[in-house]
């Protein structure tokens, strides 16, 4: 009786398997002997393709349809719209034998990333630390939640937290929003025996309303953004006197652009530009900064070059947030900001050339050379020059080691860290 059960179940088993496991034709198949009338894509906009992923998609035009190569294109804009889906939909032609290929993207409805996190470590400065969440949903509206503790940007170590919110209008075009954190600050000690009386400051909270404009956008993911808005910062002074405020407020205006043309395999290239200017509307404290920075990155196969240079002047009495920086993991690496600038500076000149060769998958093995100056206005710009080597991740990890070129003494500082 068992066995009877057994084998009728078995039976049954064998015969609604195949059953279930019967595939239809494939309409796509059936449809690869009409031609390609046009490409089109819906749910998103072209213009966020790469120029040589647009190219290739026209190409396809007057050709025979291909099940295949528009699956692997799917796949390709996918990966960089960040889409949740692409799906590839035929519609009848206007001419005999011909079809309409639909590329409808569909992407999520909130993201939800790390973007802009950070953790690195330092000889001299220690840790660094910033972790943000971005939530966006759909490119219309889109919000910042991140804590950080960072020792490396400026003279000070700031730890606090900080939120954002931005909306998107007229297809990105316009996007206004606001920032705002609150931060406390430590010193080193040789930046605590330079400073002068009310120099630095204990506690700064900050409010920044913003919008940004996009009034240009060029083939190739070729963008030019502008930003303008004001910073209101509330700083506790540190100093003998309990307790005492002081205000700063800024008009703030920056100038953005960015090019990506061509891909990895052929050669691919990326400039980016930047202008930053900060006016003090009242308050304390009064004060004008200029900063601007530039850089260029040619990858091709295995090998990368990347170059990039900064600069910056600060008049006038200013807060100490607004001094700059160098001799850290971003600028002038291997020499130390507590030695050659413990207060930080209003004046700075920097760049940087960096050679790197994939030695297996992701990991590439990179050497660079720094050079530059930061100085204060009324004394002499002393120039110095780092280099250094290591090994780098395109998913953000890298450890190096660089040093300080210079007569005497030679102390390799080492930075590792992510970005993720």
């Known amino acids: 009786m068992v066995a009877a059960v057994f084998l009728a179940g078995f039976l049954f088993g064998l015969f609604s398997a195949r059953a279930f496991s019967w595939n239809p034709a494939d309409e ?84 939800v990333s790390t973007d802009n996190s950070r953790l690195a470590w330092h000889t001299r400065q220690g840790w660094t630390g910033g972790l943000q969440l971005t939530i966006e949903e759909r490119d219309r509206q889109r919000l910042n939640l991140g804590v950080f503790s960072d020792g490396d940007t400026l003279t000070e170590r700031l730890s606090g937290a900080k939120a954002g919110y931005s909306r998107s209008l007229f297809q990105g075009r316009i996007r206004p929003g606001f920032s705002v954190s609150t931060a406390h600050a430590q010193y080193d000690a040789r930046t605590l025996q330079a400073a002068g009386m009310n120099e630095l400051y204990r506690n700064v909270d900050s409010f920044q309303p913003t919008v940004t404009f996009v009034p240009w956008r060029g083939d190739d993911r070729e963008e030019l953004t502008v930003e303008v808005g004001m910073r209101l910062q509330r700083f506790a002074l540190l100093s003998p006197e309990a307790n005492r405020n002081v205000a700063s407020h800024a008009l703030v205006n920056t100038l953005r652009y960015r090019r990506v043309r061509g891909d990895v395999a052929n050669g691919r ?152």
Request: aromatic share 8%; net charge positive.
């Open 28 to 111: 796509t198949n059936v449809n690869s002997r009409y031609t390609v009338e046009s490409v089109e894509i819906t749910g998103a906009s072209e213009a966020r393709l790469s120029r040589g992923l647009r190219e290739e998609l026209r190409r396809y035009v007057g050709q025979r349809f291909s099940p295949e190569a528009f699956a692997k294109l799917s796949g390709r804009i996918r990966e960089e719209l960040k889409a949740r889906l692409v799906s590839p939909k035929l519609m009848k032609g206007t001419a005999p034998e011909s079809v309409r290929v639909v590329l409808d993207v569909m992407g999520r409805r909130v993201n």
């Open 269 to 420: 290239t990326t400039l980016t530009g930047l202008v930053g200017m900060a006016n003090g509307l009242g308050g304390d404290y009064s004060f004008d900064r200029q900063e601007a920075r530039g850089g260029g990155e040619y990858h091709r196969g295995e090998s990368r070059l990347t170059v990039d240079f900064m600069g910056g002047s600060l008049r006038g009495n200013a807060p100490f947030t607004e001094r700059f920086a160098a001799g850290n993991s971003l600028l002038l690496r291997g020499w130390n900001k507590f030695e050659i600038a413990p207060l930080g500076a209003n004046r700075l000149v920097a760049s940087s050339v960096e050679y790197g060769r994939s030695v297996k998958g992701k990991l590439e093995a990179s050497a660079f050379v720094d050079s530059g100056s930061i100085w204060n206005r009324g004394t002499r710009a002393v120039a110095r020059t780092s280099a250094g080597c290591g090994l780098r991740t395109r998913d953000g990890f890298f450890l190096y080691v660089a040093f300080p070129l210079r007569d005497g003494r030679m102390e390799p500082m080492v930075m590792t860290g992510a970005t993720f």
